[in-house]
């Protein structure tokens, strides 16, 4: 029997793409992308707790989202309400999907007494993603946490990972506009292009794999691709001029940066400019926390 007044909160992780490569399959376990990318600390948080009906808020609205319901549908055997706080822009590259998704299955998992395990977990948040066209490879990055390589494409369980050593640095980041992910991944001349300039980058990392090299890389495969707009080339030379290394969140109008005090400065005039540290966690269970957006 479950408490009706139970509140459960989960916690994911956002991940930040450089440069992928896509692979499909009939089967969306054998579906996903190799890369590289970076987990963030910002994430997003989910409230669950059981309602007369199927809810899902985000940030304080109502709305249909998708991925997240399709893990809904996929775990819940009675009405659940659920409320998302992303801590980074949604729709901005910050795979914002994949961490609602994840963070859905740990809270669900937790509200209804489901006994799943963690792998379990993520493969419903995986396939949910695959499913909706959402993303191929930000879940099972987000699990891993830190400066993660897709090795080899595939859901969690299923494709291979490795990571970059790298210490905790501070991510700056400015939303220059937005980039329908769906879009992007339907459209096969740009799905080709992407492919093609991902697999190339691939074994240039896993012949150095370091995150400098990982930050040029991902600058290259944004202009190789042709998805990198003027204005982000514009703030990633003004980041550079500083001495810090920029490129373009994969997949989203948003340059992320590292580097000085200087960084920050420059990026200001392209945006508001938020911050989050790279986190080696992946998704958890969390007691309640009031979070806001960066700065």
């Not at 916690?11 to 054998?30: E, K, N, Y």
Request: net charge negative.
């Amino acid at each position: 029997m479950h408490d009706q007044g139970r509140i459960v909160w989960a916690w994911a992780p956002s991940h930040i793409t450089g440069f992928f490569s896509i692979h499909r399959d009939p089967d969306p376990l054998l579906s996903g992308s190799c890369g590289c990318g970076i987990v963030l600390e910002a994430g997003c948080e989910v409230k669950a707790s059981l309602s007369d009906e199927y809810e899902i808020f985000v940030n304080g609205s109502r709305v249909d989202a998708r991925t997240t319901m399709h893990v809904l549908t996929m775990l819940a055997n009675q009405p659940v309400r659920l409320e998302c706080f992303h801590q980074t822009p949604v729709g901005g590259g910050f795979g914002a999907s994949a961490a609602s998704a994840l963070a859905t299955a740990y809270a669900l998992n937790e509200l209804l007494n489901l006994g799943k395990t963690g792998l379990e977990l993520a493969q419903i948040a995986h396939i949910a993603e695959v499913d909706e066209v959402t993303g191929f490879g930000d879940v099972i990055a987000a699990e891993r946490g830190g400066v993660v390589i897709r090795k080899r494409a595939g859901g969690p369980g299923f494709g291979i990972l490795d990571t970059i050593p790298s210490v905790e640095y501070e991510v700056f980041y400015v939303i220059l506009g937005g980039i329908s992910t769906k879009a992007i991944l339907t459209e096969e001349e740009t799905v080709n292009a992407i492919n093609h300039a991902g697999k190339i980058a691939l074994k240039k990392i896993l012949k150095r794999p370091t995150f400098q090299r990982f930050m040029q890389l991902s600058k290259e495969f944004a202009d190789a691709t042709g998805l990198l707009s003027l204005k982000a080339r514009d703030a990633i030379e003004a980041v550079e001029s500083t001495g810090g290394m920029a490129s373009m969140a994969m997949l989203g109008d948003t340059v992320f940066a590292v580097g000085g005090k200087e960084v920050r400065s420059v990026l200001d005039a392209f945006g508001e400019v938020g911050v989050s540290k790279i986190t080696h966690s992946g998704a958890r269970l969390d007691g309640h926390q009031t979070f806001t957006m960066q700065p």
